[in-house]
T-cell receptor
Framework: EPEVTQTPSHQVTQMGQEVILRCVPI?????FYWYRQILGQKVEFLVS????????KSEIFDDQFSVERPDGSNFTLKIRSTKLEDSAMYFC????????????FGPGTRLTVT | GIQVEQSPPDLILQEGANSTLRCNFS?????LQWFHQNPWGQLINLFY???GTKQNGRLSATTVATERYSLLYISSSQTTDSGVYFC???????????FGAGTILRVKS
């Protein structure tokens, strides 16, 4: 069964460093999402991406964040200068079409900023 | 924006017991999904259920869209069912999922 994959599973970085979280959505899916979950809290939407541009972004998704689909398979989230409060689990999701309601989630990347 | 409320916030069960988790939402939705977050933090998709009833083994779910709620039933609970259960909804099509705060389930042997 096709699945969304994410790498790395766990990343530790120092405050101020840049990190890139990688996702490989399900092949032929067109809509892509990033969510994050701070430890002990609910899952929050960050950004959605379609047709090589951002469809919607949340208040959390400020200038420190960017997304890219550098090739036909990867979808990345970059944090330019990490802060302690960026420590969280980051989930990538994809869906096939607007009418295919289900979003398929990856296993997540746990980011720890020290 | 749409509000999603889950109840109860915490639930402790003895192995073998049944349980019902509830998700209320404040507006009409086109998508509703139930997830189980395992101890490793992974979100496991249980059901995509914008309306109607579905069953998968010991788990089943019912969404009554007109009354804006969904129920997740767990029968004959096992210790491996422990974790956090999230409900998430989407208004319109192609939009973000809005998650509830989750129900923490602990199943004791």
């Amino acid at each position: 069964e096709p699945e969304v994959t994410q790498t790395p599973s766990h990343q530790v970085t120092q405050m101020g460093q840049e990190v890139i979280l990688r996702c490989v959505p399900i092949s032929n899916h067109l809509y892509f999402y990033w969510y994050r979950q701070i430890l002990g809290q609910k899952v929050e939407f960050l950004v959605s991406f379609y047709n090589n541009e951002i469809s919607e972004k949340s208040e959390i998704f400020d200038d420190q964040f960017s997304v890219e689909r550098p090739d036909g398979s990867n979808f990345t989230l970059k944090i330019r200068s990490t802060k302690l409060e960026d420590s969280a689990m980051y989930f990538c999701a994809s869906r096939g079409s607007l009418m295919e309601g289900e979003q398929y989630f990856g296993p997540g990347t746990r980011l720890t900023v020290t | 924006g749409i509000q999603v409320e889950q109840s109860p916030p915490d639930l402790i069960l003895q192995e073998g017991a049944n349980s019902t988790l509830r998700c209320n939402f404040s507006d009409s939705v086109n998508n509703l999904q139930w997830f189980h977050q395992n101890p490793w933090g992974q979100l496991i998709n249980l059901f995509y259920i914008p309306s109607g009833t579905k069953q998968n083994g010991r788990l089943s779910a019912t969404t009554v869209a007109t009354e804006r709620y969904s129920l997740l039933y767990i029968s004959s609970s096992q210790t491996t069912d422990s974790g956090v259960y999230f409900c998430a909804v989407e208004r319109g099509y192609g939009n973000k999922l809005v998650f509830g705060a989750g129900t923490i389930l602990r199943v004791k042997s």
